[in-house]
Structure formats: C-alpha cells, structure tokens
C-alpha cells in the first residue's frame, strides 16, 4: 500500500514522465524513471522481508487497585529468517487505562527479540482488554507500507476504589482475635443498641414491655447472636435509580461503598455475603479477594430489590451485621429493607443520594426521609452524596451512634 508520500512520489514521476514527451527534455525522463525505479525497490522490500512476528505481553499486576499504575511489557520477536522491513508498533488499549505511543523500530534480524514498556493506570473499575498489536512495515523512505494484526491480548482487573474505614461497629460474633466482636455483657436496663420501634410483622415475643411502657409506644429487642461471625452487604444496583455517568455516577459511588465494607468486615475477621443480586439463602461467604474481583465487573441492572431481599426476609440468615448501600428506595423496598435486617445485632444503611451525582449536585429531599425512617427502625444511617468522603460518612455513623447511647 502506498502511503501519501509513495503517492505523491508516483504521481511526480508520472508527471516528469509526460512533460519529458511533451517538451523533448530527455533529463527529466531520467528524472521520472529514477522515481518509479526507486517506488519499485520500496514495494520489494516491503513485500519481501519476514513478517513472522510474535508479541510476548507480561501485565505488572495484571489486578490494579483503583488509581494506582501498573505496567505492561512486550516483546516482539522476529521468528523468521530473514530480517523485516522498518516496523511501527500501534498497541490497541482502551483510553481510560492506558495511551501506549507508537513505537517505531529498525529491522529486526531472524530470531532477533526487542523488549519494550509501556504504563497504565487504573482511573476506571472495570475489566479491560490490551491488545491486539498492529505492526505496519515500511520501507526506509516511509513510501509503501502494510499492516499485520499480531494475535493475542491481555486483561486486566481495575478493582473498585477502596476507602479505609474506622474501626468502632460493633459487629457481634468471633472477629479473628481483634477483641471487636466477641460476645459482651449485657448491661441492665434499656440498651439503646438493641431496641428500635415495633415494624408490622416482627413476632410479639421479641416485644421489649419495660421499654414500651416507658416510651408509650410497642418496642422490640434482639438477643444478640455472638457466635455467629458472618456479615451481609447488600449492594443495590438498579438501573432505574442510579445516576450519572463515569467514576462519579452514583453507580460508583455504591460499588466503591461497598468494597470499603467488605474489606472493612473482613480485616475483622468477619465472613462476609454479598447481596447485589437474586441469590440463594444463605447467601454465600466469599473472601474480600474473591468479591473484589466480582465487584470489579458488576454494572447496573433491571433486578428489583425486593427480590434480592426476599431470601434472606424468609430466611434470616444475615449473620450479626447487615450493611446495605441503597439507592434512596421507595416505601415498599424500604419496608423489604427493614424487614431483612430483623435478625440482624447491627443493621448499617449507606444511603447513596443519585440526584446529587449529576451535573446541578442538588440533594433528592426524599432521601432525608429515607434515612429518618430507618433511623425509627433501629438502624444506623448516613446519606452519601455526590463528591463526599466515605470516611467521613462512615464517622458519622460511628459519631451519632456514640452519641445515642450516651444519651
């Protein structure tokens, strides 16, 4: 294929070529002949060299953490025996991940092997592909070329975008030898841990009288489960609420919510369930690892989030600690939502606000509602919004909580 140049060169000599007829001038046929000869030797070159490449990747980790750069290194082998033509590499790798420059090379002799790298980073969660590479060849003047797609690729995992959280949840059950979560006293009186407000459905013998006399009001308390150290996170991912677009939708802001969770519960030795979907009940422990990855590559989904909590409704089997990242549901879900969490010590709700994750940044007021509902149900609630600290939400639900039961 001839490139702009080689074009321009053929045209020149065709042109040299008819004005020598015209005008008689014999130097610039010589001229013109001189032009096609040397177009002529490029296309022979460039046909005739080895074009038996191979492309040897080695991704550096090939599982990046959110906003940290990794590496990518290649090399290319000319597994022929003759030499190629002048090569340009073009590694084929989506923006947001990595921009790898072009790279140009001399010919490689038989069995000769170049090794090359370039960097990447991980600005977006996600599972990308790196490759294939495209090798044009050329000749020396750059005035015929050809392409040739190398097989192969690599992928690599952008985990989720991990916030360190406070240590002070109180989670119940054994949390591997830290202390946090190994069964306490029960003081006497009125525990405000463990006593919210009566929810239609919960069973009149979990009612708290001494607590319902003296508020006026039908009360329930839980007896704590200390032996059993598994924990729920559940990860509202409905298309229909969430919104925005990129690493600030409120999609990812959930995502990245939930990961700092998970890996929150299980540097406390919790085993830890994750609910983001219809599944089994109980639902299944996976290790912090494990639901890294999967976190990774989950998206927004058409599901209903009365479904998703239906099991563990039915079964109450959420462990000693249920942690949901919603996004501001409506009164049925929010009423699946309380119920889910009846045999639950701790029940933590992580509020993701999407109206403030779009471009006006305005709060939905319903959400305050939301929160205030909850909060009358026993559990522990924080509004997230768009471009706010995790961390410090999840203080102020450290902070508030301290705060109630010193009151």
């Known amino acids: 294929m001839l490139t702009s140049r080689g074009s321009g060169l053929l045209g020149g000599g065709v042109a040299l070529w008819i004005a020598s007829q015209t005008f008689g001038a014999p130097e610039l046929q010589v001229a013109a002949v001189a032009a096609l000869v040397l177009l002529g030797l490029a ?84 599972v990308a592909t790196l490759g294939p590479m495209v090798v044009g060849f050329s000749d020396p003047f750059g005035l015929v070329s050809r392409s040739q797609t190398l097989p192969g690729t690599a992928t690599v995992t952008v985990r989720p975008r991990i916030v360190p959280l406070q240590r002070g949840l109180p989670l119940g059950g054994f949390s591997g030898g830290t202390g946090e979560g190994r069964p306490r006293p029960r003081p006497g009186g009125e525990d405000v841990a463990e006593v919210r407000d009566y929810v239609r459905g919960d069973p009149l013998r979990a009612i708290h009288w001494p607590s319902t006399a003296h508020r006026g009001k039908l009360m329930v308390r839980h007896e704590e489960s200390p032996q059993d150290p598994r924990a729920t996170v559940v990860l509202d991912l409905r298309a229909t609420r969430h919104r925005g677009s990129g690493p600030t939708s409120s999609l990812e802001t ?11 519960l299980a540097a406390r030795g919790q085993a830890v369930a994750l609910v983001d979907g219809v599944v089994p009940a109980p639902a299944p422990a996976r290790s912090a690892e494990e639901w890294l990855d999967h976190l990774a590559e989950v998206e927004a989904t058409g599901g209903s989030l009365r479904r998703n909590l239906a099991p563990l409704t039915t079964s109450g089997a959420v462990g000693s600690a249920l942690i ?63 471009g706010d600290d995790l961390a410090v939400r999840w203080n102020e639900i450290l902070h508030v909580r301290r705060a109630a039961v010193g009151v």
Do not use: C, M
């Open 43 to 126: 296309l022979l070159s460039v046909w005739t060299t080895s074009t038996q490449l191979r492309i040897d990747r080695l991704v550096e980790p090939t599982k990046l953490p959110f906003g940290t750069e990794g590496r990518v290194r290649l090399a290319v082998t000319n597994a022929g025996l003759r030499r190629t033509a002048r090569l340009r590499l073009d590694e084929q790798a989506p923006p947001v991940l990595a921009s790898p420059p072009q790279q140009t090379l001399p010919p490689l002799h038989g069995g000769e092997r170049v090794e090359l790298e370039y960097r990447i980073r991980g600005e977006q969660r996600g």
């Open 254 to 264: 959930a995502v990245s919510a939930a990961a700092s969770v998970i890996t929150h």
């Open 324 to 386: 949901a990242v919603v996004a501001t549901p409506d009164g049925p879900d929010l009423q699946a939502l309380v119920r889910s969490g009846r045999s639950a010590t701790t029940r933590v709700a992580l509020v993701i606000d999407p109206a403030s994750h779009t471009g006006d940044r305005r709060r939905d007021p319903t959400s305050e509602g939301v929160a205030a509902r909850l909060r009358s149900a026993g559990w522990r609630v924080t509004i997230v919004a768009g």
